[in-house]
């Protein structure tokens, strides 16, 4: 029988060396982007669910949770938040960010789930990183 999976082999698989924390085991993506374990640790199988879950305890009912970096394969409990299905859908397709930035196709920047972010915030952010000396 093959070794039961814990949340040890699950962090073995989260790359944690940089800001965001992205899942880099096999995975496989559900139609929104966000990423599940063909192993489930815990009795949810999504991997950020998880990550949430071990950190912070059960998610409410009702609730999801919104990666506020929009990397959805990001496992980092700090880059998310419970939010109402409601305000997760405007989010999503929100057609300015959360500082009111336009979300223009010159302005929006795809990482690599997918997701659409600010170019605007991005580059005060790492303005804001540089003048704090912290990383490049
Ligand atoms: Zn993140
Ligand atoms: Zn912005």
Same mark, same amino acid.
């Given at each position: 029988?093959?070794?039961?999976?814990?949340?040890?082999?699950?962090?073995?698989?989260?790359?944690? *060396?940089? @800001?965001?924390?992205?899942?880099?085991?096999?995975? !496989?993506? =559900?139609?929104?982007?966000?990423?599940?374990? *063909?192993?489930?640790?815990?009795?949810?199988?999504?991997?950020?669910?998880?990550?949430? +879950?071990? =950190?912070?305890?059960? +998610?409410?009912?009702?609730?999801?949770?919104?990666?506020? %970096?929009?990397?959805?394969? %990001? %496992?980092?409990?700090?880059?998310?938040?419970?939010?109402?299905?409601?305000?997760?859908? $405007? +989010?999503?397709? !929100?057609?300015?960010?959360?500082?009111?930035?336009?979300?223009?196709? @010159?302005?929006?920047?795809?990482?690599? *789930?997918? !997701?659409?972010?600010?170019? @605007? %915030?991005?580059?005060?952010?790492?303005? $804001? $990183?540089?003048? !704090?000396?912290?990383? =490049?």
């Amino acid at each position: 029988m093959r070794r039961r999976r814990t949340m040890d082999d699950f962090w073995a698989l989260v790359d944690r *060396s940089g @800001e965001c924390w992205p899942f880099v085991g096999e995975y !496989a993506t =559900t139609q929104r982007g966000y990423v599940h374990l *063909s192993w489930p640790v815990l009795p949810d199988r999504y991997v950020h669910r998880t990550a949430w +879950i071990e =950190t912070h305890g059960p +998610i409410p009912d009702g609730l999801q949770i919104d990666h506020t %970096c929009q990397n959805k394969r %990001c %496992c980092r409990p700090e880059h998310m938040r419970l939010v109402t299905p409601g305000e997760h859908n $405007r +989010i999503t397709f !929100a057609t300015t960010c959360k500082k009111g930035h336009p979300l223009t196709e @010159e302005n929006t920047i795809k990482n690599g *789930s997918g !997701a659409r972010l600010c170019g @605007e %915030c991005r580059r005060d952010y790492r303005r $804001r $990183r540089r003048q !704090a000396g912290i990383g =490049t």
